[in-house]
């Protein structure tokens, strides 16, 4: 048996204190998977502006143009998600289910995208180690997986819907 003073909760809410802990711990990896998609943007702004094609720099070509606003588009909106749903957790909301999903399942879908066009906008270049993208890109892909995969995500978003 467990000593009184170790237990957390009710005894026998192991199994549902443990998964409302995931509500608090889901936003954070929806922090980093901003923070990867971020780096992945900052890198591919600096590749473009200083890559030459046609005697120009590539980032005044209108479909490298609209890469990059996508790319921060969406990342802002992860962003302002992860946000979100943080500070419902810091403030003890009840409910968080949904939201703390959404920010984690949104946010590394983002990074997973962002990271993929940005090795794309450095073409060869960014998918070899002598650039810090093909790590990212990695590193995204796992914030897919951790901390409950995203299909797993959106099972939780649907029944928190649904209830």
Do not use: W
Request: glycine share 8%; with cysteine; net charge positive.
């Amino acid at each position: 048996t467990i000593p009184a003073d170790r237990i957390i909760g009710d005894e026998g809410t192991g199994f549902k204190t443990a998964l409302q802990t995931l509500d608090h711990t889901r936003p954070t990896i929806g922090a980093q998977a901003v923070g990867i998609a971020q780096g992945a943007l900052d890198k591919a702004i600096e590749y473009v502006k200083d890559r030459k094609q046609f005697g120009k720099s590539i980032s005044s070509f209108q479909g490298i143009e609209f890469m990059i606003a996508d790319m921060a588009m969406k990342i802002e909106a992860a962003r302002l998600m992860v946000y979100t749903s943080a500070a419902r957790a810091e403030r003890g909301e009840k409910n968080l289910s949904f939201i703390s999903s959404a920010s984690k399942c949104f946010a590394s879908d983002v990074a997973m995208e962002v990271t993929v066009d940005a090795v794309q906008l450095l073409g060869g270049a960014g998918y070899t180690r002598d650039f810090p993208l093909e790590r990212m890109m990695r590193d995204a892909k796992i914030t897919q997986i951790y901390e409950g995969t995203n299909q797993i995500q959106r099972v939780v978003m649907s029944r928190a819907l649904l209830k």
